[in-house]
DNA sequence: TTCTTTAATCGTAATATTGCAATGAACTTA
DNA sequence: TAAGTTCATTGCAATATTACGATTAAAGAA
């Protein structure tokens, strides 16, 4: 009823919709982007960059922070998001492993 | 207030967030996997093999196949679907390449 | 200390997603 | 035609997500 039933999946399974997840907003594609982007760690000029509210943001931040795929230091009164290079790489890993699938040429329908 | 605001995202980061969306499901990675599996096409045993109920299920396949991702096709009495090749490799090529942006080797924090 | 800046957190409203029982539609078989 | 099979749709309840105003917390500057 209306909550994900995670215990029936594989491990793999919930990784996989965990990180997909995680992209499945354009908020949060668009901070990874300018992170990548601007080769020096950004802080609160993506709320400027992007055009969401502060907190909206700072949300989204959280929700990459939380899962491992940016960090952010303190750095004055300010603070520094960049990406998490390993834990990225691991991610892609299993993405990559994912989408990559092996695509049999005779499709039935 | 609730509503993502698409507007203010670039097409192809909401297209990223489109297809990402599609395999922020669990159940929606397990079908896909299925039907890469089976070589052939495979209709109503996906809710035997996944374990939820009919409708759920029917809900995810209509949710891949208006993305274009899957197919379905009437076989006699039940139906067949299986991986839109095509619209895979153009979501692939997509998503591989939101993945594998380069990383700078000198990440600040 | 007081003011300013920067960003997290709280609280809340709007909307989206997930899941399923019940029902309906289309086809097959008896 | 009647009964059975297979899957889509409808309707609804539970929960999750998105967004932001208001507030708080922490650090630097006056």
Known sequence: MGITKTEIFTEQQNEIATFAKAFG??????????LFKINACICGD???????????ISQHLKEL????????????TSICYCIATENWIKMKKVMMQFLDQDISNESCC
């Not at 907003?25 to 300018?34: F, K, N, S, T």
């Not at 993506?46 to 909206?56: D, F, K, R, W």
């Open 65 to 76: 922070k939380n899962l491992g795929l940016i960090k952010g230091s303190i750095e004055g």
């Open 25 to 34: 907003h354009p908020a949060r594609v668009a901070i990874l982007q300018h």
């Open 46 to 56: 993506l709320v400027e960059e992007i055009g969401l509210a502060q907190p909206t």
